[in-house]
């Protein structure tokens, strides 16, 4: 009895609780959402070979034979490696300067090869030419253009007097004056922080050959610092490179190195502290039509 009495009070209990249902109501599960679609990027047709090279002097596209290069791009390279070796193995020739209308400076480099080996020295001039620079050049201009021969003597002698003789026109254009025409033998960039604080310039600029790459020994950079003193670091300068006919013609480039001293004269800066975006419009950047690579070798008829 006391067993039925207890099923009667558990069945009692779970019907007053809703439980006593055999079959409890069916949970509402929430809708599925489908799984996004998976969508593939379309597949590219391959470029055609060479494409690229069309807009760039890179070697691109210069396909291959078997594991190797082909035999013209093999002579194609080592001839523009030639230009740079012989661009770097150049050096001003005697009396270039005093020929061309520049006061003629040296740096502490006794010789070509002490100037790669030693780049400290080419940062400062000898006790002569700095003795030189005194008599001659006159002081408190506000800016003092150089022309050097770097590591691209080729380039200095070649467009060196064209791209300095623009900058000069088009500095004087702005209404700025400008110190004496100066080339210096064996030299470095930083070459200008001394020369510049010799003529107390507001910015000096130093246009010089740059590093040569494959094919291009005859490029220039320029390199402007404002208040040039010894001691002036790289983030204190701003450059401009690849100044040459296949790159930026000394017509271009003129006028935005003249905007940019202007610029430093203004602002009382330069380097990493400059705002470029107060510069005039002139240095900004359009669409540059693609490069024509210069071939020097060219291909035989063959047989």
């Keep these: 009895m006391s067993g039925s009495l207890t099923r009667a009070l558990v069945a009692e209990v779970r019907a007053r609780r809703g439980a006593s249902d055999p079959m409890p109501p069916r949970i509402v599960l929430p809708p599925v959402v489908a799984p996004p679609a998976r969508v593939y990027a379309p597949r590219r047709p391959p470029l055609a070979p060479g494409a690229g090279s069309d807009h760039t002097t890179a070697l ?52 070509h090869r002490e100037f790669l080996l030693r780049p400290d020295l080419g940062r400062r001039l000898a006790a002569e030419s700095l003795e030189r620079l005194r008599a001659h050049a006159p002081t ?76 291009t020994g005859d490029g220039l950079s320029a390199y402007l610092v404002h208040a040039p003193a010894l001691g002036k670091t790289d983030g204190d300068r701003n450059m401009m490179s690849n100044l040459h006919a296949r790159g930026t013609p000394p017509e271009d480039a003129a006028p935005r190195l003249a905007a940019l001293a202007q610029a430093m004269i203004a602002q009382g800066t330069s380097g990493v502290g400059l705002d470029l975006g107060q510069v005039d419009a002139v240095i900004e950047r359009g669409y540059r039509a693609p490069q024509v690579r210069q071939r020097l070798v060219e291909r035989g008829g063959g047989r």
């Design 60 to 111: 691109l596209g210069i396909g291959h034979v078997g594991t190797r290069y082909a035999t013209d791009v093999v002579l194609q390279f080592q001839a523009e490696l030639a230009v740079a070796h012989e661009a770097v193995a150049a050096e001003l020739t005697d009396g270039w300067a005093r020929d061309h209308g520049f006061l003629a400076l040296q740096t502490r480099v006794a010789d």
């Design 140 to 215: 408190g201009v506000d800016v003092q253009v150089i022309l050097a021969d770097g590591l691209s003597a080729s380039a200095c002698m070649q467009a060196g007097p064209t791209l300095y003789q623009a900058v000069v026109d088009a500095v004087r254009a702005r209404g700025l004056t400008v110190g004496a025409p100066v080339c210096a033998r064996f030299a470095r960039v930083w070459l200008e922080d001394e020369i510049g604080q010799e003529v107390g310039a507001k910015v000096a600029m130093i246009l010089l050959g740059e590093r040569p790459g494959l094919g």
